[in-house]
């Protein structure tokens, strides 16, 4: 299986800066360089398409500004890596089309879980004591309920995690932020992931999504974070049967984390 290298925007600003001639002196910075330069060698195979797909400004792009940020990544990209394979090149052949794909499409249920995060974060951010747990977990799942979320979505997931303790999960949701564009597109991560293996399985291409970030909450979500029957819908979107392991509820017992999975199950099949 073949790994693809996907950079996030943390990863390009490093790169952007590394062209600019500018060194980085934080160490988390000073180790991504060190990390990318690794990557740049022959039978690697890089793409900056989370980043592009994130965006640069904390919100989402025009259409204008994501082909603004399609040319300077790809560009950024392709010096950088002059002996791995990138992708720039089939990004910069039409960057306008490639930014009107990503500003028209993006997932299914982002309103909804953004409707979910509002309300679920003031519920869980400065800790909960684990005698009231029980009670946010209710509550989280009404509010799962009422934004049409299965009880086994991902981002309902990851706060129940949070809920219990999970420090990675408390740090990719951003239970603190003013808006729930950053949080999103750091839980989506994982589906765009699971897309990019399922689209090129579907091609005949046997690949591994490999992230690459100094996003220490992130990179400790995917990995503990398993993937199966991951498949193309008919409609073009994307199928797929998602687990997170005990390590990311670290205040739960065995026999109360197999409980809450339980629960979790929709119509409450195990």
Same mark, same amino acid.
């Given at each position: 299986? !073949?790994? =693809?290298? /996907?950079?996030?925007?943390? @990863?390009?600003?490093?790169?952007?800066?590394?062209?600019?001639?500018? &060194? #980085?002196?934080? #160490?988390?910075?000073?180790?991504? /360089?060190?990390?990318?330069?690794?990557? *740049?060698?022959?039978? *690697?195979?890089?793409? #900056?398409?989370?980043?592009?797909?994130?965006?640069?400004?904390?919100?989402?792009?025009?259409?204008?500004?994501?082909? +603004?940020?399609?040319?300077?990544?790809?560009?950024?990209?392709?010096?950088?890596?002059?002996?791995? !394979? !990138?992708? &720039?090149?089939?990004?910069?052949?039409?960057?306008?089309?490639?930014?009107?794909?990503?500003? !028209?499409?993006?997932?299914?249920?982002?309103? *909804?879980?953004?409707?979910?995060?509002?309300?679920? +974060?003031?519920?869980?951010?400065?800790?909960?004591?684990? %005698?009231?747990?029980?009670?946010?977990?209710?509550? /989280?799942? @009404? =509010?799962?309920?009422?934004?049409? /979320?299965?009880?086994?979505?991902?981002?309902?997931?990851?706060?129940?995690? &949070?809920?219990?303790?999970?420090?990675? +999960?408390?740090?990719?949701?951003?239970?603190?932020?003013?808006?729930?564009?950053?949080?999103?597109?750091?839980?989506?991560?994982?589906?765009?992931?699971?897309?990019?293996?399922?689209?090129?399985?579907?091609?005949?291409?046997?690949?591994?999504?490999?992230?690459?970030?100094?996003? %220490?909450?992130?990179?400790?979500?995917?990995?503990?974070?398993?993937?199966?029957?991951?498949?193309?819908?008919?409609?073009?979107?994307?199928?797929?049967?998602?687990?997170?392991?005990? %390590?990311?509820?670290?205040?739960?017992?065995?026999?109360?984390?197999?409980?809450?999975?339980?629960? &979790?199950?929709? *119509?409450?099949?195990?």
């Amino acid at each position: 299986m !073949t790994p =693809l290298f /996907l950079l996030d925007r943390n @990863a390009i600003s490093v790169i952007k800066n590394k062209l600019a001639n500018k &060194a #980085p002196v934080d #160490p988390k910075k000073l180790a991504l /360089l060190a990390t990318l330069e690794h990557l *740049n060698q022959s039978g *690697n195979h890089i793409s #900056p398409l989370l980043s592009i797909v994130e965006g640069e400004h904390g919100r989402e792009d025009t259409v204008d500004e994501k082909a +603004a940020c399609v040319i300077t990544e790809a560009t950024a990209v392709r010096n950088f890596f002059d002996q791995a !394979t !990138t992708d &720039a090149d089939q990004l910069l052949r039409d960057p306008l089309t490639v930014a009107r794909v990503f500003t !028209t499409y993006r997932e299914t249920g982002w309103e *909804n879980r953004s409707s979910y995060w509002a309300s679920a +974060a003031p519920l869980v951010k400065g800790g909960i004591a684990k %005698e009231k747990r029980r009670g946010v977990e209710d509550e /989280l799942v @009404a =509010l799962a309920t009422a934004n049409g /979320l299965p009880s086994d979505d991902p981002i309902h997931l990851l706060f129940l995690a &949070a809920l219990h303790g999970g420090a990675s +999960a408390q740090d990719v949701l951003k239970l603190r932020s003013d808006s729930a564009y950053n949080p999103l597109n750091d839980l989506h991560v994982l589906s765009r992931m699971a897309l990019i293996q399922a689209v090129a399985t579907n091609a005949g291409h046997l690949i591994m999504p490999v992230l690459v970030s100094m996003d %220490e909450g992130l990179n400790d979500v995917l990995s503990h974070t398993h993937f199966s029957k991951s498949k193309l819908t008919d409609e073009g979107g994307i199928h797929m049967t998602l687990r997170f392991d005990k %390590e990311l509820f670290p205040q739960l017992s065995d026999k109360e984390y197999r409980a809450l999975l339980d629960r &979790a199950k929709p *119509n409450g099949d195990v």
